[in-house]
């Protein structure tokens, strides 16, 4: 649905409508990561969500490969499993830290692997000056969109924008390692696909 003053590379929260420029960009914490498959119903079918799987389902391990797209499978009902990343993160707004889930799938699964392996190579310095990987939390990262395109057509996806910076305030850090602990804990929870970003999408969304 159309939400006022949307613009083509806009962030859009879809749970709060609020609008981010894009070019400027948003500030987040990465709490946590999950990999899901959403099933959903072909539209000549009905449409509709059927459910969402983790990859070691049985529902995921005994499905076909798609052959109209790559990163979709197919289940024996026919019903489509899409490929979907979840980050939940804590985005700064004004200086407070608010909860979002951002969904990557499509064009922006490799946007997210990305954002993984940049993840898993931070470190960080202890007293005696050894190093240690640095938990996902610890760092606030610069998120901005940029244009795409392929021969079907273009779109924003999502774009990071220069090096993290280590948490500072420890009632940050605090926040961040409590939301971790939450989304851990509720992570089989999550339902359908509230938040998007991909090809067929001309804001770049949560």
Not at 15 to 26: C, E, M, P, S, V
Not at 49 to 60: E, F
Not at 121 to 148: C, V, Y
Request: net charge positive; aromatic share 10%; hydrophobic share 35%.
């Amino acid at each position: 649905s159309y939400i006022d003053g949307a613009k083509a590379g806009m962030f859009v929260n879809l749970t709060t409508n609020k609008l981010f420029d894009g070019k400027k960009g948003i500030q987040v914490i990465p709490c946590h990561y999950s990999r899901q498959f959403v099933e959903w119903v072909p539209r000549e079918k009905g449409g509709g969500l059927r459910g969402v799987h983790k990859p070691t389902s049985p529902t995921v391990m005994n499905a076909n490969q798609s052959p109209k797209n790559p990163l979709e499978l197919l289940t024996d009902e026919g019903n489509i499993l899409s490929d979907t990343r979840y980050h939940f993160v804590l985005q700064i707004v004004n200086g407070t830290p608010e909860p979002v889930v951002m969904t990557m799938k499509s064009s922006q699964i490799k946007k997210s692997r990305t954002w993984m392996t940049r993840m898993q190579n931070l470190t960080m310095a202890r007293k005696d000056g050894t190093r240690f990987q640095a938990p996902m939390f610890s760092h606030i990262w610069t998120l901005n969109t940029k244009q795409e395109s392929n021969d079907r057509g273009s779109w924003f996806g999502y774009f990071l924008d220069g090096e993290p910076t280590p948490i500072q305030d420890r009632n940050l850090f605090k926040r961040a390692q409590e939301f971790r602990d939450m989304a851990m804990a509720g992570d089989a929870k999550i339902a359908g696909d509230p938040f998007e970003a991909d090809s067929s999408s001309t804001n770049s969304s949560f």
